[in-house]
Nanobody, 124 residues
Framework: QVQLAESGGGLVQAGGSLRLSCAAS????????MGWFRQAPGKEREFVAA????????YYAESLKDRFTISRDNAKNTVSLQMNSLKPEDTAVYYC?????????????????WGQGTQVTVTS
């Protein structure tokens, strides 16, 4: 069973930055695609970013691609999300997710394992 644990969330002023990390258990992390999603109060969970097993291909929500960067360290079983120029509308719970295959996806239903989420609050 894969376990995912997010960290790095918190309270930040608009214009600031945060770096989220997700630590994954299991021996097969390096062969699996990973993704980040977020869910704001009263809204559906939405795609943020995804990365293939090797890190060679990355996908972003169109509205976030200029401010957010996804990366992974297969030696440490971690995936990260660097968020810059944060805006109040970025406030949400951010979730790390893992697929059972190496190809990344942008739909939540395509992911098999989820972390508990980490709260990001951006104040104006």
């Amino acid at each position: 069973q894969v376990q995912l644990a997010e960290s790095g969330g918190g309270l930040v002023q608009a214009g600031g930055s945060l770096r989220l990390s997700c630590a994954a258990s299991g021996r097969t992390f390096s062969t699996k695609a990973m993704g980040w999603f977020r869910q704001a109060p009263g809204k559906e969970r939405e795609f943020v970013a995804a990365i293939t097993w090797s890190g060679s291909t990355r996908y972003y929500a169109e509205s976030l691609k200029d401010r957010f960067t996804i990366s992974r360290d297969n030696a440490k079983n971690t995936v990260s999300l660097q968020m810059n120029s944060l805006k109040p509308e970025d406030t949400a719970v951010y979730y790390c997710a893992q697929r059972n295959i190496s190809v990344a996806a942008t739909t939540a239903l395509d992911y098999d394992y989820w972390g508990q989420g980490t709260q990001v609050t951006v104040t104006s």
